[in-house]
């Protein structure tokens, strides 16, 4: 079955640059969720999308943007990196409807340096 | 504000034996999930329990929910070296499009062959 694809698997950038996540969710499913994983650390949410629109809003910095495209795919914008951005990022997907549950991907490793 | 917390932060056991971790949650739910993560990889889905629910088994897991105690327990029997990973309790606030998990900080289990 199809999964959740997230690209690139692995970004190394400096400090300030800026970085685009890319999220590609299961096949027909209409919310997205992006979640931040620092070093031993819980994943903490982002934001999701749900049908091209945004749905909630957690910690994410104003630094960082996101959005769902038409095909439902979303990509994740971040400006200005800092040594604290190094993570890893997951996306998720579900279906509304589905009870709740989610499906994540395999996540990008950023590291800034 | 942290949602699930689980215990214990790690455990250590020997093959075949059983492994149990706890959550605990602060909120209402709709419902409850665990998610295991291999070091440094994406959030595989073990279970979901919903708040009307007490127990659930899906092959060698069994995860109970006491919602008068905001609690959840997951049971993995006869333990595996391939089991070894991070285990998370996520909680879900309901089934709506909006509805991101929040997650726990994970318990690291160490299966010895």
């Known amino acids: 079955a199809a999964g959740v694809i997230q690209s690139p698997r692995h970004l190394i950038k400096e400090k300030r640059e800026t970085a685009t996540l890319k999220c590609y969710p299961i096949?027909?499913?209409?919310?997205v969720y992006w979640y931040q994983q620092g070093p031993g650390q819980d994943p903490q949410f982002l934001i999701s999308f749900y049908e091209k629109m945004q749905s909630d809003k957690g910690s994410i910095p104003d630094r960082f943007s996101a959005q769902q495209f038409s095909d439902y795919h979303s990509e994740l914008n971040m400006s200005s990196l800092e040594l604290g951005d190094s993570a890893l990022y997951f996306c998720?997907?579900?279906?509304?409807?589905?009870?709740?549950?989610?499906?994540f991907g395999p996540g990008t490793r950023l590291t800034v340096t | 504000s942290q949602q699930g917390e689980e215990d214990p932060q790690a455990l250590s056991i020997q093959e075949g034996e059983n492994a149990t971790m706890n959550c605990s949650y602060k909120?209402?739910?709709?419902?409850l999930q665990w998610y295991r993560q291999n070091s440094g990889r994406g959030l595989v889905h073990l279970i979901l329990?919903?708040?009307?629910?007490r127990e659930k088994h899906s092959g060698r897991l069994r995860v109970t929910l006491d919602t008068s105690k905001k609690s959840s327990s997951l049971l993995i029997t006869a333990s595996r070296a391939a089991d070894t990973a991070s285990y998370f309790c996520a909680t879900g606030p309901n089934t709506g499009a909006n509805s991101k998990l929040t997650f726990g900080k994970g318990i690291t289990l160490s299966v010895r062959p």
């Open positions: 998720a997907s579900s279906l509304l409807g589905l009870a709740g549950e989610k499906y």
């Open positions: 909120t209402s739910i709709n419902n």
């Open positions: 329990i919903r708040s009307n629910e």
């Open positions: 096949p027909r499913h209409d919310t």
